[in-house]
């Protein structure tokens, strides 16, 4: 199993940016996919985004526009950029790998992030 170590999490104003990184165990031309979930209180984790080592990029609707993803295969880090921040951003995102876009088999361990004015 990869292992996924998150970082890049935490408050941040409305309309604020952050930028969470992501770096796996082994070399990330070896995964398929990678992306992000997240999770906020008391909902089900939802799909965020993720990127084949194709190229071929998905987000979900309620980011589509504001974040984007990319990879750095020199230091082997997925990144998730957010920005334009809103309240309902508030969550734990978890970066995964898997065989597919939105499949995954292996989980970090979260970083929360917090939206709040």
């Known amino acids: 199993q990869v292992q996924l170590v998150e970082s890049g999490g935490g408050l941040v104003q409305p309309g604020g940016s952050l930028r969470l990184s992501c770096v796996p165990s082994?070399?990330?031309?070896?995964?398929?996919?990678m992306g992000w979930y997240r999770q906020a209180p008391g909902k089900e984790r939802e799909f965020v985004a993720a990127?084949?080592?194709?190229?071929?990029?998905e987000f979900g609707a309620s980011v589509k526009g504001r974040f984007t993803i990319s990879t750095d295969d020199a230091k082997n880090t997925v990144y998730l950029q957010m920005n334009d921040l809103q309240l309902e951003d508030t969550a734990v995102y978890y970066c995964?790998?898997?065989?597919?876009?939105?499949?995954?088999?292996?989980w970090g361990q979260g970083t929360q992030v917090i939206v709040s004015s």
């Open positions: 995964k790998a898997g065989a597919t876009l939105r499949g995954a088999s292996s």
């Open positions: 990127i084949s080592r194709g190229g071929t990029i």
């Open positions: 082994i070399s990330i031309f070896n995964i398929y996919a």
